[in-house]
């Protein structure tokens, strides 16, 4: 069973930065489009960024312009590099990977996720 497996989170004063790292295998990150999610305390899950198998990225609005998705296949990795944090950013990050139907379905159950904090 794929395991998904997230790293990088942590407290971060508001307007610093962040990588987040998701380990999967290289077969997955080559075969599918990877994402990234985020869930506030009380709130939904959300679709934050994306990242086709031909690098193509899409960002939601609260985002863009501050974060950065990438995949390294060789690796089996996915990154999301966060700048210019801010405290609504805090959340737990998920990553998974993608089918689109065509609308995003995730594939994979969801991993612990990681703990990203803004404040001062």
């Known amino acids: 069973q794929v395991q998904l497996v997230e790293s990088g989170g942590g407290l971060v004063q508001p307007g610093g930065s962040l990588r987040l790292s998701c380990a999967a295998s290289g077969s997955i990150v080559n075969a599918y489009a990877a994402s990234w999610y985020r869930q506030a305390p009380g709130k939904q899950r959300e679709l934050v960024a994306t990242?086709?198998?031909?690098?193509?990225?899409n960002y939601s609005d609260s985002v863009k312009g501050r974060f950065t998705i990438s995949r390294d296949n060789a690796k089996g990795t996915v990154y999301l590099q966060m700048n210019s944090l801010i405290p609504e950013d805090t959340a737990v990050y998920y990553c998974?990977?993608?089918?689109?139907?065509?609308?995003?379905?995730?594939?994979?159950?969801w991993g612990q996720g990681t703990q990203v904090t803004v404040s001062s």
């Open positions: 998974n990977f993608l089918i689109f139907t065509p609308a995003p379905i995730t594939i994979f159950p």
């Open positions: 990242i086709t198998g031909g690098s193509t990225t």
